[in-house]
Structure formats: structure tokens, C-alpha cells
């Protein structure tokens, strides 16, 4: 009896340190579900499929769905992916309509001049043109200086000044690719140069009196309804790290205001701490023979919110979605 008792231990403990010991590495046995996996991703290696450039990037229906035409600002030719957009305090809030047409509004000005835009793309290839028609009235925020509540668009008014103005623009831009890039699809660089002419249209004879500052009087000839303004810009948009982009624009701007010309030039940095979040900083410079001061400089702060999704990719000739 104590030798069948021994011999029951004895195969108890070398079962149950041979299952001990097939659970530490490198005894450790493979699982079932192990094995399943691992023939699974050997069956596809040896039929093609799968990402074979990175492997930790899915393939087929699991397809990346974020953004990445952030390089593309409103200062270029391209319109926002339909349905997607961004949020913004001092530059153009953006809506994709469809594929080619897209709303914009500046929100950090819609309280003294509400305005809305829409552009079109006419072209894209080689080069990319669109134009971007919009209207806008500084009726609410002459209505402030009427009341005394502030100044922001003229010093004083006599009456209740009514203007509607009216915004037409063209835009071309050459992007320039780097088949090497993380993102080919995207261009690094941006080229654009773009051509536009305001109007403002008085319903009433009110007299507006703006002080003379180089940033104001060129573009109250439109929203005072004293006349024309035109603007002649080229800017670049570079994509300087995954993360940071610089922007740059010079403006020429002409009109029947006294010096008939002021040029400003506008420099920023846009970085995206979060994939939907970006915060930008900058200046602006206004150089011109207006008022005492021919140099006037002035900060620049953005904050923008970029939602939607990426626009899949099109095939075939009547360019259906892949997905």
C-alpha cells in the first residue's frame, strides 16, 4: 500500500510540473487560438495579401478614416472633404457640401459683419483653380457705433447706415509632391495666388467716419459702402513637420481710397497637439501712406476644431467610392 501511495504521488507531481513547466517561457505550449492566428497571417503572407509595406496598418474595410488635408487652408484652391470641415475663431470656418463646393463664414467677425461664402472648384490638376463668391453686411456692427457701444468698424455715424457688400474671387494653387512622404497622396508645399474685387452697395445716405488706420480704410470702401477694394495675394502653405505647418501670405490692396495702395504681409504657425485640435500664432504687418503711422503691426491667435472624415479614394471612370 505505501508503494501504490508513493507511485499516485509520484505521477501526480511530474503531471503537474510538466503542465507548470509548459506554461514558462520557453516551455510554454501554444495555444489553439495561437496557432489559428499565426497560420492564418502565414496563409495570407504566402497569397500577397495583408500590408506588406506595414504590417501594423490594416488593410481592406479597417481603413484609416482621419483627416490629412490639413495643408489644404481656405487661402488655397481645394474645398473641404464633403461633410467635414473646421471650427474657427479668426480664420474661415469650413463646410464641405459635396466634392468640389464648400461653405465658409469668419465666425470671430459674424457679430459686427455677419458674412457667408461658398466656393467652387473649377479645376483640378497640375494646377488647381476655384473661385469663391460671398456676401456680407456691416449693418450690426454700425448699428453699435450708432448706439455708442463701440468702435470697431468706424469712429461715428450719423443715422442708421445700411450696406450690403459683395465678394468675387479667384484662386489658383500649385501643390508640389513628395512620392517618399509618409502621405503622398497630400503635398508638402502649397503655391497660391488669388485675385478679388468688393463692392459695397449704400441703401441710405449716412455718412460713416472711419479713423485712419492702414488695416481699416482700404477695406471700408466695401463694407461702408464708399466704393471698391481689390486684393492681389500669393501665399504658401508647407507642412513643415507631421504635426506643424507654416503658412505665409502677401497682400496688395488697391482701391478708391486716398493712397489708392497698402500691401500687408501675414505669417503663422499651425500646430495640431490633437488630431482634431490646432492653435496657431502670428502677425500681421500693414505698410502704407495712411495716417500718421506707415508701419502698423499686429498679433495673430487662432484656435480651429477639425471634424469629418477623409474622403475615400475614387477608381474606375465614373469615379465610384473604393469604401
Known amino acids: 500500500m505505501p ?11 511530474t503531471g503537474y510540473a510538466t503542465t507548470a513547466e509548459a506554461q514558462v517561457w520557453p516551455f510554454k505550449k ?29 488593410t481592406g474595410s479597417s481603413v484609416n478614416y482621419i483627416r490629412d488635408d490639413q495643408i489644404w487652408s481656405a487661402g488655397t ?10 471650427i474657427s475663431i479668426t480664420t474661415p470656418s469650413r463646410f464641405g457640401l459635396t466634392s468640389g463646393l464648400e461653405l465658409s463664414t469668419w465666425l470671430g467677425l459674424d457679430y459686427w459683419v455677419p458674412n ?6 473649377i479645376a483640378r490638376k497640375k494646377l488647381w483653380v476655384s ?37 468675387n474671387q479667384l484662386i489658383v494653387s500649385r501643390p508640389f509632391y513628395n512620392n517618399m512622404a509618409c502621405n503622398p497622396s497630400q503635398p508638402y508645399l502649397i503655391l497660391s495666388a488669388s485675385l ?14 472711419v479713423e485712419e488706420n492702414l488695416f481699416k480704410i482700404p ?18 502653405d508647407w507642412q513643415i513637420m507631421q504635426q506643424l505647418y507654416g503658412r505665409g501670405e502677401i497682400r496688395m490692396l488697391s482701391g478708391n481710397f486716398s493712397t489708392g495702395i497698402t500691401v500687408e504681409h501675414q ?15 502670428g502677425y500681421i504687418v500693414g505698410i502704407g501712406n495712411i495716417g500718421n503711422r506707415h508701419i502698423n503691426i499686429l498679433p495673430f491667435l487662432d484656435v480651429s476644431y477639425y471634424f469629418g472624415r477623409k474622403q475615400g479614394r475614387q477608381r474606375g471612370l465614373f469615379k465610384q467610392q473604393m469604401f
Not at 77 to 86: D, I, K, Q
Not at 116 to 121: C, D, Q, S, V, Y
Not at 267 to 281: D, N, Q, R
Open 3 to 13: 508503494h501504490r501511495v508513493l507511485t499516485i504521488l509520484f505521477l501526480l507531481l
Open 30 to 58: 501554444k495555444s489553439q487560438v495561437e496557432k489559428a492566428t499565426k497560420d492564418l497571417e502565414k496563409r495570407k503572407a504566402d497569397a500577397g495579401e495583408g500590408n506588406l509595406f506595414n504590417p501594423f496598418q490594416p
Open 77 to 86: 484652391a481645394a474645398t473641404s472633404y464633403a461633410n467635414a470641415g473646421n
Open 116 to 121: 457667408l461664402f461658398i466656393k467652387n472648384e
Open 131 to 167: 473661385s469663391l463668391h460671398g456676401v456680407y453686411s456691416s449693418w450690426p456692427g454700425l448699428n453699435e457705433v450708432a448706439g455708442g457701444k463701440d468702435n470697431f468698424l468706424a469712429d461715428s455715424v450719423t443715422g442708421d447706415p445700411l450696406v450690403l457688400s459683395l465678394h
Open 196 to 209: 478679388s474685387v468688393d463692392v459695397g452697395i449704400p441703401f441710405n445716405n449716412e455718412e460713416i467716419y
Open 219 to 236: 477695406r471700408s470702401m466695401s463694407y461702408a459702402g464708399k466704393g471698391w477694394m481689390s486684393t492681389f495675394s500669393v501665399r504658401a
Open 267 to 281: 505669417a503663422l504657425i499651425e500646430y495640431f497637439p490633437y488630431t482634431k485640435l490646432s492653435v496657431s500664432g
